[in-house]
């Protein structure tokens, strides 16, 4: 695997196999790697000839109050997993690197960067869609793997490249999960083994959400409230952001389920300090 932490050598390295032939895919992520990120990269090499994976917390998606200088950067083993996965380029570089002192220029979506995730962090989505947009000018990929996970961040880019015209195709990974259902994140390492044993709630109730629907339920409103309540009775240590059903294709959100509609149902819940998003996508 080839380590670079240059810009100028990035884009040289990515111009120089393309010019060979070679289809090339992205993984972005912050590192603190975990299955989630590997599997993004699997997917990553059944679609290209060779993966780059970027490492860079980024610090414009994170507000002042939030856990930037804390997020954990454990560099030597994010490096071997990498490697051991068949990453063939990681680029990983310094703060500086990619914002030079008078950094003033910025992507900002007017409407999806605004609600949901948006609404409780007002810079968040501007400090993604200018990061990806950087990477996507380094790396020069063919293609860029997103997880689902992060169900508002992929359609964030999503609308960036078809609105700005990158030449990227955007492929979405599915959720990695642990064996009790918790959705991988490098920050349920943040968790207490309390916090860690009651985040399963989020998890079960999305199940349950999923059964509800099923079994004819078409009520936004009431699938949402019957899911937090799932989540609050089976834990007080949850503290729910929000749930909210959105349409898969525009992330607008839904009042009456509509037949034959594909949606996510979103979950954003506190565990003390520790934020965390879950969802499930399904079709009516
Ligand atoms: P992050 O390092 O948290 O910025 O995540 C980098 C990429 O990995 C994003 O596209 C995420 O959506 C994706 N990702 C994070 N966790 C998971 C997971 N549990 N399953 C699938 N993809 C994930």
């Known amino acids: 695997m080839k380590l670079i932490e240059n810009v100028r050598e990035m884009q040289q390295y990515s111009e120089s196999l393309r010019l060979s032939g070679k289809r090339l895919a992205v993984v972005p992520t912050m590192g603190a790697l975990h299955n989630g990120h590997l599997a993004l990269v699997r997917l990553a090499k059944r679609h290209a000839d060779v993966v780059v994976m970027t490492i860079f917390v980024n610090p414009l998606q994170f507000a002042p109050t ?25 680029f990983h570089p310094q703060l500086n690197e990619l914002y030079a002192e008078q950094f003033e220029t910025f992507v900002a979506l007017d409407h999806i960067s605004q609600k949901l995730e948006g609404k409780i962090r007002p810079t968040h989505f501007r400090g993604v869609a200018t990061v990806v947009s950087k990477l996507f000018n380094i790396t020069k990929p063919h293609i860029a793997v997103f997880g689902e996970k992060d169900a508002q961040q992929l359609m964030l880019v999503r609308k960036m490249v078809r609105d700005l015209n990158f030449d990227i195709e955007i492929i979405p990974a599915p959720i990695e999960r642990e064996a009790d259902g918790l959705a991988m994140s490098s920050r349920n390492a943040y968790l207490s083994p309390e916090e860690r044993r009651a985040a399963t709630a989020l998890f079960q109730a999305l199940v349950l959400a999923e059964k509800k629907i099923r079994s004819g339920e078409r009520n936004a ?38 037949e034959g509609t594909e949606y996510f149902l979103l979950l954003a819940v506190r565990f003390g300090n520790v934020r965390l998003l879950d969802n499930c996508r399904f079709v009516v």
Do not use: H, W
């Open 221 to 258: 409103e009431a699938v949402c409230a019957y899911t937090l309540n799932q989540i609050t009775s089976a834990t007080l240590l949850a503290k729910p952001d929000y749930a909210a059903i959105v349409r898969t294709d525009d992330f607008e959100e839904a009042v009456t389920l509509q």
């Open 66 to 90: 939030e856990d930037f200088s804390r997020y954990p950067r454990p560099f030597e083993r994010d490096k071997a997993l990498a490697a051991s996965e068949g990453v063939d380029v990681l």
